[in-house]
């Protein structure tokens, strides 16, 4: 019998669908959606929340982040990773509430004496101009990703422990 997690599990799809590629995240979401999986899991669209997440994370032990992020990476390709101390955008600042991204809201959690276990799934985008279509690297980048992750619930997170490589 396999051993179902302990820890109730998130994976919540960002991003900004009238702005392109930066919608990759919230298609991923609205493709796992429609998938079959386990109780454990739950899926979210955040779209470009905010604050507005906080009440998602509630008793989640674990969060796999969703998102665009530019990287060295060519444009739809896959990058799975755990954030380490410090992890930043180089350069942002926030003027207002209305500009705090997920990074803001993850600090935000552990300010209020949260703790929980992060993962990104991201991917480069191609474009970011005014449109709610993505771009065919990453339209094939959201197959990818919906199989990367139905993949890494179905094994119950182990790969996890054992580093997981990209597809």
């Keep these: ?3 179902v997690p302990s820890v109730p599990n ?3 799809g960002v991003g900004n669908i009238i702005m392109g590629d930066d919608g990759f995240g919230v298609h991923v979401a609205r493709r796992l959606k429609d998938a079959a999986l386990p109780p454990y899991v739950r899926v979210e669209e955040g779209g470009v929340g905010g604050l507005n997440l906080l009440g998602l994370l509630e008793g989640v032990g674990r969060l796999i ?4 992020m530019v990287t060295d990476k060519p444009d739809g390709e896959l990058v ?5 101390q410090g992890f930043g955008e ?3 600042k926030a003027v207002s509430f209305h500009q705090l991204g997920v990074l803001e809201l993850l600090q935000m959690w552990s300010l209020l004496g949260h703790e ?3 993962y990104f799934l991201v991917t480069r985008p191609q474009n970011l101009s005014w ?3 993505l771009s065919p690297p990453l339209q094939t980048a959201v197959d990818r990703a919906v199989e990367f992750l139905q993949e890494l619930v179905c094994n119950n997170f182990a790969s996890l422990e054992r580093g997981v490589p990209c597809m």
């Excluded at 982040?65 to 665009?68: N, Q």
């Excluded at 799975?80 to 380490?84: L, S």
């Design 116 to 118: 929980i276990e992060v």
């Design 131 to 133: 449109g709610s279509r």
């Design 65 to 68: 982040i969703v998102d665009t």
């Design 80 to 84: 799975f990773f755990r954030p380490g």
């Design 10 to 12: 998130l994976i919540l």
């Design 1 to 3: 019998m396999t051993e």
């Design 90 to 92: 180089p350069g942002k």
